[in-house]
């Protein structure tokens, strides 16, 4: 029994070999013969849908409607970048004439929101400017009165009033209202931007009450309100003669300054309109938001008469999910100190410290806090959070200190602070609160803007430049079909289909084998050994859908695995990095640490620090280049690489071995019944040849097609990248015009930062000092305390021994 199992594996090993399934597989001449008779005619009844494939791939497309939705969905979470890409492939769309007036309507407001949001202002403003210049049509008019309010929001954010005044000029063309009030309260805000008062006043009161920008209206009522309110700085005196520049006449330069009674009465009305925002529905996220700032404007309303206990409750009805919360904890904070609750004053910034501890009221927050803990007595608390902000704040100062001292040249100073990423020197390094709070300084003067701008306009042309690259590698290789998805639908299903026939005529080679499966001499049989070596690798075609998906799978996952390499790289670079950094960190306090002391060793440990680094630089450099490698081998694999010309000429080399064979066999090379067998499947392999070559020129056709695509693709891709070189060019020179302006700003702006965190961190040591100075305060009180109990208790015990005495001398 032994022995026969052992044959009977063996036979199917010595099958195996030969490329002939086993029993499992194994199929009948006369099987085999109708299985690829039915094949073969499946095949030639699939013939046409080569061609609806690709009628059907345009029908897959991605719809118009499916993009702006898939947009908005992106603005919403606040991906701007790929929502800019898909609002601007909707309106690339309608410029072909591919898209109706709405949807570009609807695309158009989205994309120049998605551009505001971004901070990309002046690109917005196009936008909106283009809405309005149309909002004559139908299709535009809905959006015109929110397109009015962004640029009004662009012109307030950019400081460019000339925009205002456009805006204006298009308002005469608009109706005086609409129906959703985001005409009325765009032409009440640009009014109040205009200094309008009274004319703002009177368009917010139109916006409707039900209107989704009535809770806006109602709320910059009361801005204008406050600013309506808010006492007129007086004019400077005039020289009554020209000759003697001290004789004047008019008021005073100063104003005395209002009481608290006299502020109450200014600011009745505006707090009132506030009180009226905080009682409408909190219906929306943006309605909740508006909610929160009218209770702000009411706590600092209330701050400024003196009225602290009603601020205090303005301030608490602010919910903890508001963006204004953290700015509400270091308010209400100060409300409690002028009302002198140091205790819940230093809950609140306690709070403040838990929930935002990125807050740009931090510092002041916790050094105010510190400040309350010392005054109420926590002298330990006090010195550790003292020490806290210290240790905090103080590497910050350094590190903006040593970026300003890497250079005096504004020049060469922009070219630092413009690089992409911000700020990846290691020897220049800056922290992200340095950054936010020069941001802050720049606001007026929109330094950090024309940074941001050229960084991201240096963004956009490098990856308009690797994206060339990538369709230059696609359309230069086998797998251009991907450029062509129409296209490649039905080449895709040709291939298929040629695949299928060539299955087909594997199971005729199996149903050969099965008459016959000796391996022959002659002619037949090296022709049959070099068939039979094909037979396995031609099992491995792609027929169906799935076959397809798994091919372009296991394509990916050769990348993956090498895009994981390189992740692994970078992370181990990112801890020798880190080592490096520890290492920097022990040469500056060597003594601390306990390094040696001698120039000569210190130096050659420097000398290999900074070698180290420069390796790291190097080894970055290469990381990155092999990353790019792998971005451009991704694009070139899939339908049509390497594997699918395989497929093609060992397809056509096994068609011609088995046609061969067949021949033979029916001139008796492989005995009667291989003869007999060859002779009745000629038919079928005859149909295959037809249908094959019918096939073949489908493909041939649609080849040409996706060759003459790609030729005219190849010129757009040459015209555009011409485009982005004349780009690059005029930013270069805007560059040159605004590198040591925006470069002088900016050290500026730095230099305050540096100020400021220069000031925190003296507070920080005053408070230090100070908490020392309390202590020893505290213990010479009690010292003197001590002494003069100590004193009192002496100069009773001298009364009493004094009195025993007096009593002892009466006795005597």
């Known amino acids: ?97 591919k898209v109706d007036e709405a949807a570009y309507a609807e695309a158009l407001f989205s994309l120049g929101e998605s551009y505001f949001k971004d901070g990309q202002y002046l690109s917005a403003k196009r936008h909106f400017e283009e809405i309005l210049d149309k909002a004559s049509g139908s299709a535009h008019s809905s959006y015109s009165g929110r397109a009015l309010g962004r640029l009004v929001d662009v012109a307030l954010r950019t400081g460019y009033l000339d925009i205002i005044d456009t805006a204006f000029a298009k308002m005469s063309s608009l109706p005086s209202s609409d129906v959703t009030g985001a005409t009325q309260y765009a032409r009440g805000k640009a009014m109040y931007a205009k200094g309008q008062l009274v004319d703002s006043k009177n368009a917010l009161g ?11 209206a109602q709320y910059l009522l009361g801005v204008v309100m406050v600013k309506a309110a808010a006492p007129i700085p007086p004019p400077a005196p005039v020289a009554a003669d020209p000759a003697d520049p001290d004789a004047t006449v008019g008021p005073p330069a100063t104003a005395p300054e209002p009481t608290s009674a006299e502020q109450k009465q200014r600011y009745a009305a505006a707090i009132e309109q506030f009180r009226r925002v905080t009682r409408l529905a909190p219906d929306t996220d943006a309605h909740r938001h508006v909610i929160d700032l009218a209770w702000m404007a009411m706590g600092r309303l209330f701050y400024e008469t003196d009225n602290y206990l009603d601020g205090a409750e303005a301030y608490t009805h602010v919910d903890r999910k508001s963006p204004e919360f953290s700015t509400m904890l270091y308010e209400l904070a100060w409300v409690y100190v002028r009302l002198g609750d140091y205790m819940r004053a230093q809950r609140s910034l306690e709070v403040l410290t838990l929930t935002d501890p990125k807050s740009v ?27 806290s902000v210290r240790s905090q704040f103080d590497p910050i100062r350094l590190q903006v200190q040593n970026f300003l001292n890497s250079t005096n040249d504004p020049a060469v100073y922009y070219d630092r602070l413009v690089q992409e990423p911000f700020a990846t020197q290691v020897d220049t390094q800056l922290p992200p609160l340095a950054i936010e709070w020069a941001r802050e300084e720049s606001e007026d003067d929109r330094t950090f803007a024309v940074i941001d701008d050229v960084s991201r306009s240096r963004r956009l042309i490098r990856e308009s430049r690797r994206l060339i690259q990538k369709l230059n590698a696609v359309l230069g290789s086998s797998t251009r079909s991907k450029a062509f998805p129409k296209i490649r639908a039905g080449l895709e299903q040709a291939v298929s289909l040629l695949n299928k026939l060539a299955l087909s005529r594997l199971k005729l080679a199996k149903g050969l084998d099965a008459e016959n499966s000796s391996a022959l001499s002659g002619e037949i049989g090296d022709v049959r050994a070099r068939r039979r070596a094909l ?108 594997r699918y010309s395989d497929d093609d000429k060992i397809r056509r080399e096994f068609r011609i071995l088995l046609n061969r064979e067949v021949q033979l066999a029916v001139a008796g090379h492989a005995g009667s019944g291989s003869a007999s067998y060859a002779r009745s499947i000629q038919p079928i392999l005859q149909r295959a040849d037809r249908a094959e070559a019918q096939l073949e020129a489908l493909k041939a056709e649609l080849e040409a097609r996706i060759k003459a695509s790609t030729q005219e693709l ?99």
Do not use: C
């Not at 399934?21 to 073969?40: F, I, M, T």
């Not at 510092?363 to 020490?387: E, F, V």
């Open 1 to 97: 029994m032994s022995n026969r199992r052992a044959r009977g594996w063996a036979l199917l090993a010595t099958l195996a070999a030969l490329g002939i399934s086993g029993p499992a597989d194994a199929l009948s001449a006369s099987g085999a013969r109708s299985e690829a008779q039915l094949d073969v005619q499946a095949v030639e009844r699939d013939l046409p849908t080569v061609k609806q494939a690709v009628g059907r791939a345009i029908g897959v497309q991605t719809t118009v409607a499916q993009r702006i939705v898939a947009g908005e969905i992106l603005l919403r979470q606040g991906d701007y970048d790929k929502a800019i890409h898909i609002f601007s492939q909707v309106v690339e769309l309608h410029r072909r004439g």
């Open 206 to 216: 139109t916006v409707p009450a039900g209107s989704d920008w009535h809770h806006q």
């Open 361 to 387: 009221h931090f510092a002041d927050g916790s050094l105010l806090r510190a400040d309350l803990m010392l005054r109420s007595g926590q002298y330990k608390q006090a010195l550790a959070l003292y020490r």
């Open 535 to 642: 037979m396995r690798r031609l099992s491995f075609v792609p027929v169906t859908e799935a076959d397809f998906a798994r091919r372009e799978s296991a394509g990916d996952q050769q990348w993956n695995k090498v895009s994981q390499d390189l992740h692994n790289t970078t992370l181990e670079v990112n801890r020798l990095q880190a080592i490096v950094n520890g290492l920097k960190r022990v040469m500056q306090d060597a003594d601390k640490y306990g390094v040696a002391k001698d120039p000569a060793s210190r130096a050659r440990f420097q000398a290999e620090i900074e070698a180290n680094e420069r390796d790291i630089g190097v080894y970055r450099a290469r990381i990155e280049q092999y990353r790019h490698a792998v971005e451009l081998g991704r694009v070139q694999i899939g339908f049509g690489d390497q």
């Open 714 to 812: 190849l010129v757009q891709i040459s015209a555009e990248a011409q485009k982005i070189d004349e780009h690059s060019n005029q930013l270069d020179d805007l560059d040159q015009t605004a590198r040591l302006l925006v470069g002088q700003m900016a050290m500026k702006n730095f230099g305050l930062v540096r100020d400021r965190l220069k000031s925190i961190v003296l507070r920080a040591d005053v408070g230090i000092v100070q908490q020392a100075w309390e202590v020893r305060e505290e213990r010479l009180t009690r010292v003197r305390g001590l002494q003069r109990e100590k004193a009192r208790e002496q100069q009773n015990l001298d009364d009493e021994l004094r009195e025993v005495l007096d009593d002892a001398g009466e006795e005597q």
